[in-house]
């Protein structure tokens, strides 16, 4: 199975941040890279796919990008409905996930 | 919209077995795949298998094939995960997810909000 490494576990944060949460895999994935938000009692929800593609409805201030092993999610302008738990998830093979970075106020 | 409805939470003993439902709705059922995928308390979301709801063909996890036995009701736009010989690690909360495939590439655009399964004695 390719193995997937989120950075940072654990993110404090203020309204109006930048943040940026890192995603390495354990081989070459190319392109093939989705991240979700989950928040406690929710359904996940797609943000990205393929790497950079923002789902609909998705709010411009989500981006993705990165190819290869190493990816990037970008939250641009912190909206505190953004305090959640992101992961990514790899789809070049049978889907496996990182263990999740849980963004939270500071 | 399209919407995922699962069953709700269930409290089993060690060797029973729990079957999920995952009621479908907003698309056309048979037209997507779909996959079940786990979550047990502390570790990251693992998947389990999925169903072609179409013509239902299957896949498993090989670290759960077994116990695991995915099915689908297409008159119910139903599918159902049923995991057997339960043990106290098999303490999750189970999530159906829709999958959206292309030729190259595929992601989850939608997911059940989860159910709960504890296994206790």
């Known amino acids: 199975d390719i193995q997937m490494t989120q950075s940072p576990s654990s993110l404090s944060a203020s309204v109006g941040d930048r943040v940026t949460i890192t995603c390495r895999a354990s081989q070459s994935i190319s392109r093939f890279l989705n991240w979700y938000q989950h928040k406690p009692g929710k359904a996940p929800k797609l943000l990205i796919y393929a790497a950079s593609s923002l789902q609909s409805g998705v709010p411009s201030r989500f981006s993705g990008s990165g190819s290869g092993t190493d990816f990037t999610l970008t939250i641009s302008s912190l909206q505190p409905e953004d305090f959640a738990t992101y992961y990514c998830?790899?789809?070049?093979?049978?889907?496996?996930f990182g263990q999740g970075t849980k963004l939270e106020i500071k | 919209q399209v919407q995922l409805a699962q069953s709700g939470a269930e409290v089993k003993k060690p060797g029973a077995s729990v079957k999920v439902s995952c009621k479908a709705s907003g698309y056309t059922f048979t037209s997507y795949a779909m996959y079940w995928v786990r979550q047990a308390p502390g570790q990251r979301l693992e998947w389990m298998g999925w169903?072609?709801?179409?013509?239902?063909?299957?896949k498993y996890s090989q670290k759960f094939q077994g116990r695991v036995t995915i099915t689908r009701d297409t008159s119910a736009s139903t599918a159902y995960m049923e995991l057997s010989s339960l043990r106290s690690e098999d303490t999750a909360v189970y999530y159906c997810?829709?999958?959206?495939?292309?030729?190259?590439?595929?992601?989850?655009?939608?997911w059940g909000q989860g159910t709960l399964v504890t296994v206790s004695s």
């Open positions: 169903i072609n709801a179409g013509n239902g063909n299957r």
């Open positions: 997810a829709r999958e959206v495939a292309t030729v190259t590439l595929y992601y989850f655009d939608s």
């Open positions: 998830q790899q789809s070049y093979s049978t889907p496996t």
